[in-house]
Structures are given as structure tokens and as C-alpha cells.
């Protein structure tokens, strides 16, 4: 196996555990606590297709004229599934929110070197 793709694999997996955990922290304990009803435990709806999208974008990117366009196509199902999920009633901003920041963090925590250096598109 390329050396190239072991370490997006790596990264792919690492990502997937961090959502895990992060969904563990911020949706089933506040959940077990006050209940499965709650509206502000984090969007696993919203974690999972984050990380859905990103794995996607490893093949996304190795065609530098699709980056954009699939950045903001995810950019607007991301937006329209969180206020599906307002209006809904499943969750309120702040779950909406712990779901995008449990995906952020998912995905810049192994990344962390090349996001201290800054991204480049």
C-alpha cells in the first residue's frame, strides 16, 4: 500500500474515533442524564455526514477544480440538514452546534500540524 494512502486511511480512522467519542461526550451521557428527549445533545445527524463529506473530499481533492464547488455543496446540505433538524424539533441551536463543533474538532485534531501551518485550496 502507497505510503500516501496508509496515511489518509489513518486519518480517516482517527477521524471516525474522535467522532465516536465526541458523540459519546455530547449526545449519549447528556442523554443518559436528563434524558433521551433532550434538544440540546449534539446532532449525530450532523457529525456523521461531516465526516461522510470528508471522507469523500480525499477523492474530491485530488482534482484541485472541484475543491470549491464541493465545499460549498457540502457547506449547503450541512446547513439545510442542521435546520431540518431545528425545525424538526430533534434539536435546538446549541445541539446543532455541538454537532458541527464534535465534527470540527474530529477533523482538525489529527490534522493539527498542517492547520497550525494554514490551509491551503
Known amino acids: 500500500m502507497k ?10 480512522v482517527e477521524t471516525a474515533i474522535l467522532t465516536l467519542t ?6 449519549y451521557i447528556p442523554m443518559s ?5 433532550i434538544l440540546f445533545d449534539a446532532s449525530s445527524h450532523v457529525a456523521w455526514t461531516s465526516f ?3 471522507v ?12 470549491i464547488p464541493y465545499l460549498l455543496l ?9 435546520l431540518q433538524r431545528i425545525i424538526a424539533g430533534e434539536h435546538n441551536e446549541i445541539g446543532v452546534l455541538l454537532g458541527f463543533f464534535v465534527a470540527g474538532m474530529a477533523i482538525i485534531i489529527p490534522r493539527w500540524k498542517e492547520f497550525r501551518r494554514g490551509t491551503k485550496f
Open 56 to 67: 469523500i473530499w480525499f477523492f474530491v481533492d485530488q482534482n484541485k477544480r472541484w475543491r
Open 74 to 82: 457540502a457547506s449547503v446540505i450541512l446547513v439545510i440538514m442542521a
Open 33 to 37: 442524564i436528563w434524558g433521551k428527549y
Open 22 to 27: 465526541g458523540l459519546v461526550i455530547f449526545k
Open 3 to 12: 505510503e500516501h494512502v496508509r496515511k489518509q486511511l489513518i486519518l480517516i
Open 52 to 54: 461522510g463529506f470528508y
